[in-house]
């Protein structure tokens, strides 16, 4: 799987959006983008994924460039909750994957 | 969306001690179940891979002896800990993937279990 880079930590203001960069420059054409989050003292929970389009659920968005070198998970309007560490993790799909985990984002959430 | 728990949530033993943990898929089958390991301020180690039915895959540098692995129905794994040492002090995660073609790329955690060794 390729690998990705993310920056260690940031922070936003409750309300405002969050942009968690990611780097993944190796990506194969048959991997995907998938992000996690890991709130403190929890398990990590799924947020959202995307092959080569921008896609949205209820939880953030997912802009991929159109390289796909490089992705952005968008949490729109950050609140005091979405404190957490968020990892971009690039995988195929397919039941052989067995999932592994980078250090991620520390993302904090201030008032 | 699928649920997966875990049982104890935290649990306090003894050196010297076996404890062991439970990871279930609440509404789904789970054909393969991870766990994992993951040290504060880390992130989260894979210990080992458990298919339903046959013995569990060890990453290197992970105790077979020590960390035993059963996976004998398609809803539960279970992670024993066995001669538990103080350095054994961990968050214990699990996910579990279904086996259906769909949803196969999902993976479903755990909320965690923490482990402290006296």
């Known amino acids: 799987d390729a690998k990705t880079t993310q920056p260690p930590s940031m922070d936003c203001a409750e309300g405002r959006a969050a942009n968690l960069p990611c780097n993944h420059s190796t990506i194969s054409g048959n991997e995907y983008v998938y992000w996690y989050r890991q709130i403190h003292s929890q398990g990590p929970q799924y947020i959202i994924h995307g092959l080569k389009n921008n896609e949205t659920n209820e939880m953030a968005s997912l802009i991929i460039t159109e390289d796909r070198k490089s992705s952005t998970l968008i949490l729109p309007h950050a609140t005091l909750r979405d404190t957490a560490v968020y990892y971009c993790?690039?995988?195929?799909?397919?039941?052989?994957?067995?999932?592994?985990f980078g250090r991620g984002t520390s993302l904090i959430v201030h008032p | 969306g699928a649920v997966v728990s875990q049982h104890p949530s935290w649990v306090i033993c003894k050196s010297g001690t076996s404890v062991k943990i439970e990871c279930r898929s609440l509404?789904?089958?789970?054909?393969?179940m991870f766990w994992y390991r993951q040290f504060p301020k880390q992130s989260l180690m894979l210990m080992a891979t458990s298919n339903e039915g046959s013995k569990a895959t060890y990453e290197q540098g992970v105790e077979k002896d020590k960390f035993l692995i059963n996976h004998a129905s398609l809803t539960l794994s279970t992670l024993t800990v066995t001669s538990a040492h103080p350095e054994d002090s961990s968050f214990y995660i699990c996910?579990?993937?279904?086996?259906?073609?769909?949803?196969?790329?999902?993976?479903?955690f755990g909320p965690g279990t923490r482990l402290t060794v006296t």
């Open positions: 509404d789904f089958q789970a054909t393969t």
């Open positions: 993790i690039v995988r195929v799909s397919g039941g052989s994957y067995i999932p592994t």
């Open positions: 996910s579990a993937r279904s086996g259906l073609a769909l949803t196969s790329y999902e993976q479903y």
